[in-house]
């Protein structure tokens, strides 16, 4: 507390002042007279502290009332020419009398070390009067990342705009990350084992150098901006624009504040008016004329509530709503969802919202359950534009977490053939990792080798299924949790599939790094035919408390924003490039096919193939039933529900088309 009084008067610098304070007695010993660059010193502890000493300064920022920082900050410019010590000082007092920015003061106070910050406790204070600070322009990166220690309270400002990189403190902590620009994860944009990012080793740790020294970089081109409060969850919470939220990529310019340090964080406290720009949300990206493909990863949908997913059916209608709503506004022919709970409820639960939405019978589904529980991935196609034309292949051998998938569509507009494949590699997640799939170090994370596993048999799997349909288009989408330049995606390029997204684009964020986790990759003759691809930052750039959960429930938006954690990837790609299939259906033969109330047949005209695997698909894309057959032989379709149904015939040993067809049971 600030009090009044005199004391017998001590020589401070070149000046005889009286020092007031409401008694001696709180003194433990003589103080004695110190400048700010004294008591702050070079190191991180001051060599004054627990003493009593006098010093002076300007108050360059004051801090009062419930849930601020209960003081104010003083300055003494240019106090011993010592760039390794601070000039500035921050004093703890609830409730200062008479102290106000602009204002010299002399304070007879108590040094002390809190939680890592200098501070002068229990002050006497006594106006000079007034003084003036000129900021002390700083630039990031920092030369080193300890250089912060220096201008612990000092008044700074950075001239050059900033730009927020973290927004994940904001809402519990009214806190920003800044930068000078948008951070990447290294491996994002530089590879571990190749000096040139083009390149596609996929072992060793040749340039893992560079990767460590792209991390220093980000640690010394980073600062907290805090909005000067200590409760959690101010209100209204600072920074926020018109559209209730405060994205990453938002900018700060000519940001003046005082550096403090607390909660084991240097940040930076503002003064005067700072306003960031809030960055806007995006519309959906156009895709031009041709089809559209997409992938997502919902951030677990489950219907099996407590789990995974929503804990409530509150919680659950919540995430539906933005879902379906950012499904409705990217109005693909085609979607690959990753993280639907690995039960048929889930799914059929989001396709009934969607349809619902957009309108019956819009979207069919394709999967086939996973082992075990956890996740799975769906495709969503719209039976109108896209037909199914080869079986629905999966594989899932023992190294995969769930089934990867892989259809074949023609399209009805142009009779255009493609192959759409799910791709959702293992995680990150260190759960259970030993031997070389612990974190090695290089910026990978966990479970690498288990992913290069992954794409190695996937990439052997894909080249006989497009050998077997004779179609050579094939997309590939989804979370390959692997970022640009990491060893899975370097296997694949040196399988001669091509990234069709852009260099340098992002759909993620953690830790305030971005880097993109998911992609669209696809043959030559699939990359011939694209037209646009993008990401649509629904996600990544939002603040998490935006979404569907019951603790944010009064920041809720029922929108497709914060849908998920994870930003959807589009493709457009031109029917008019993709082959119409002569080539695919080399060797097929015409199918009879004879339909006799409830028994069906199917009789090749001409040479008998053999055994014959078929696979029917109802209206909704689902596969209903599979089975081996021969010529001729009887099938019973009295299990079947009224409605459409598409069959498939593929030669059983060589697993190439013999035909395909629909019929309708009434």
């Not at 020419?81 to 921050?90: E, I, L, M, P, R």
């Not at 990350?177 to 084992?193: E, G, M, Q």
């Not at 964020?509 to 646009?532: E, I, K, P, R």
């Amino acid at each position: 507390m600030t009090t009044t009084g005199v004391i017998p008067e001590v020589t401070f610098g070149h000046m005889v002042r009286p020092l007031c304070f409401a008694t001696l007695a709180l003194i433990p010993h003589l103080f004695v007279a110190q400048t700010i660059c004294q008591i702050q010193g070079s190191g991180s502890v001051s060599a004054y502290a627990g003493q009593v000493v006098t010093t002076e300064g300007v108050v360059t920022a004051l801090f009062t009332g419930t849930g601020s920082l209960n003081g104010y900050f003083l300055e003494q410019p240019n106090c011993d020419g010592d760039d390794a010590t601070s000039n500035g000082v921050f004093v703890y007092d609830a409730t200062p009398s008479g102290v106000a920015v602009g204002l010299r003061l002399s304070v007879t106070a108590t040094v002390t070390e809190f939680n890592g910050v200098t501070e002068l406790i229990n002050p006497n204070v006594q106006v000079l009067g007034p003084g003036s600070v000129v900021p002390t322009d700083l630039s990031l990166p920092l030369a080193t990342a300890n250089l912060w220690e220096r201008y612990e309270g000092m008044l700074l400002r950075f001239t050059a705009t900033l730009m927020v990189t973290d927004n994940s403190s904001l809402y519990q902590y009214g806190e920003l990350v800044l930068a000078p620009h948008r951070l990447f994860t290294p491996t994002d944009l530089i590879d571990p084992n190749d000096a040139v990012a083009s390149g596609t080793t996929s072992s060793g740790q040749s340039n893992v150098g560079a990767v460590n020294a792209e991390f220093d970089l980000i640690d010394r081109s980073v600062i907290v901006l805090d909005d000067g409060r200590t409760n959690t969850y101010p209100s209204p919470t600072p920074w926020v624009g018109p559209a209730g939220t405060l994205r990453t990529g938002s900018t700060v310019t000519g940001l003046t504040a005082v550096l403090h340090y607390s909660y084991g964080a240097y940040r930076l406290e503002p003064v005067g008016s700072n306003q960031v720009v809030p960055a806007e949300r995006p519309l959906a990206p156009e895709l031009g004329d041709g089809l559209r493909a997409a992938s997502l990863n919902v951030l677990n949908y489950f219907t099996t509530l407590g789990d995974w997913g929503a804990q409530n059916a509150d919680e659950l209608g919540r995430q539906r709503t933005k879902l379906v709503a950012a499904i409705e506004a990217m109005d693909p022919d085609v979607l690959a969802l990753c993280e639907v709970e690995n039960d048929d409820a889930a799914w059929m639960d989001l396709l009934d919202a969607l349809n619902a939405e957009v309108g019956a019978g819009t979207y069919g589904a394709l999967e086939e359950d996973g082992f075990g529980g956890g996740t799975r991935s769906v495709v969503f196609y719209k039976p109108a534009v896209l037909e199914t034309c080869t079986p629905l292949y999966s594989l899932n051998t023992g190294i995969f977490k769930r089934p990867h998938l892989t259809q074949g569509f023609i399209s009805l507009a142009t009779g255009g053939r493609f192959l759409f494949s799910t791709m959702h590699l293992r995680s990150k997640l260190c759960d259970n990792a030993t031997g070389t799939n612990l974190d090695q170090g290089d910026g990978q994370g966990c479970y690498n080798t288990t992913r290069k596993a992954q794409v190695s048999a996937l990439i052997t799997h894909w080249s006989d299924l497009r050998t077997n349909s004779g179609i050579s288009a094939q997309l590939i989408m989804g979370d390959f949790n692997a970022y640009s330049e990491e060893d899975p995606l370097d296997l694949l390029r040196s399988a001669e599939l091509q990234d069709l997204m852009e260099i340098g684009d992002h759909s993620y964020l953690y830790q305030g790094l971005a880097g993109a986790l998911d992609h669209a990759f696809g043959t030559s003759s699939m990359s011939s035919s694209t037209l646009v691809s993008a990401v649509w930052h629904i996600n990544s750039d939002e603040p998490a408390a935006l979404d569907y959960s019951d603790a944010n429930i009064s920041r809720y938006q029922p929108n497709a924003f914060r849908c998920s954690d994870h930003d959807p990837v589009l493709v457009g790609f031109s029917e008019m490039g993709l082959s119409v299939g002569s080539e695919e259906v080399v060797g097929a033969m015409s199918i009879q096919f004879l339909l006799n109330e409830q028994l069906a047949q199917w009789v090749p005209n001409g040479v008998d193939p053999g055994p014959m695997d078929l696979f029917i698909v109802d209206a909704r894309g689902s596969l209903v039933h599979t089975r081996t057959i021969r010529s001729g032989e009887t099938v019973d379709l009295t299990p079947f529900a009224p409605g459409i149904y598409l069959w498939h015939l593929t030669d059983s040993s060589a697993g190439k088309p013999v035909g395909l067809g629909r019929f309708v049971l009434p």
